[in-house]
Nanobody
């Protein structure tokens, strides 16, 4: 069992920035592809960004966040980050960290991810 703990959500004005963190206390991220998903009220959970387990650190992003969000990982600290810049009201959602130990590359589908954090709320005001 991998427990994921997110932090860093909050309320920010449009155009502002936030950095989300996801930690796995006592576990290593080296064996997992990591990703961030988000879910707005009344909508399905959607892929935001992902990063593979291998040292190349290849990443993938949803079109809606490309150029604004950056995912990164620090395996020494067992932490993955999501830097969110130029935030928009439509970015408002609960953001979830997820771990996938099976896929070769970054998967954008919810079913690929076995472990999930509890979620952190991000609210962007206009």
């Amino acid at each position: 069992q991998v427990q994921l703990v997110e932090s860093g959500g909050g309320l920010v004005q449009a155009g502002g920035s936030l950095r989300l963190s996801c930690a796995a206390p006592g576990r290593t991220f080296n064996d997992y592809n990591m990703a961030w998903f988000r879910q707005a009220p009344g909508k399905e959970r959607e892929f935001v960004a992902g990063i593979i387990r291998r040292i190349s650190g290849s990443t993938d992003y949803a079109d809606s966040v490309k150029g604004r969000f950056t995912i990164s990982r620090d395996n020494a600290w067992n932490t993955v980050y999501l830097q969110m810049n130029s935030l928009k009201p439509e970015d408002t959602a609960v953001y979830f960290c997820a771990a996938d130990g099976s896929s070769f590359g970054v998967s954008t589908g919810v079913p690929a991810y076995k472990y999930w954090g509890q979620g952190t709320q991000v609210t962007v005001s206009s």
